[in-house]
Nanobody
Framework: QVQLVESGGGLVQPGGSLRLSCASSGSTFSINTMGWYRQAPGKQRDFVATIASGGSTNYADSVKGRFTISRDNAKNTVYLQMNSLKPEDTAVYYC?????????WGQGTQVTVSS
């Protein structure tokens, strides 16, 4: 089993920045891809960014050039640096980790972009 705990969410003004963290614990040795997803009120959960164990990354078009995903394998932690935030980035952000045949989610952290 793997446990994921997100942190770093909060209220920020448009144009501001936030850095989310996701710390993993438990049986982390075989985690391959980690990623971030988000869910706005009344909407489905959407892909934001992923990073593979080797470091390759993928981003949703809506966040390319503004968000950066990174990973510290020694700390079993994945980060999401979010810059130039927009009101439409407001959502609960969830961390996800995959192992062969298994999928894990964190509890989510709220990000609100508002003036």
């Amino acid at each position: 089993q793997v446990q994921l705990v997100e942190s770093g969410g909060g209220l920020v003004q448009p144009g501001g920045s936030l850095r989310l963290s996701c710390a993993s614990s438990g049986s982390t040795f075989s985690i391959n891809t980690m990623g971030w997803y988000r869910q706005a009120p009344g909407k489905q959960r959407d892909f934001v960014a992923t990073i593979a164990s080797g470091g390759s990354t993928n981003y949703a078009d809506s966040v390319k050039g503004r968000f950066t995903i990174s990973r510290d394998n020694a700390k079993n932690t994945v980060y999401l640096q979010m810059n130039s935030l927009k009101p439409e980035d407001t959502a609960v952000y969830y961390c996800r980790a995959t192992q062969p045949g298994r999928l894990y989610w964190g509890q989510g952290t709220q990000v609100t972009v508002s003036s």
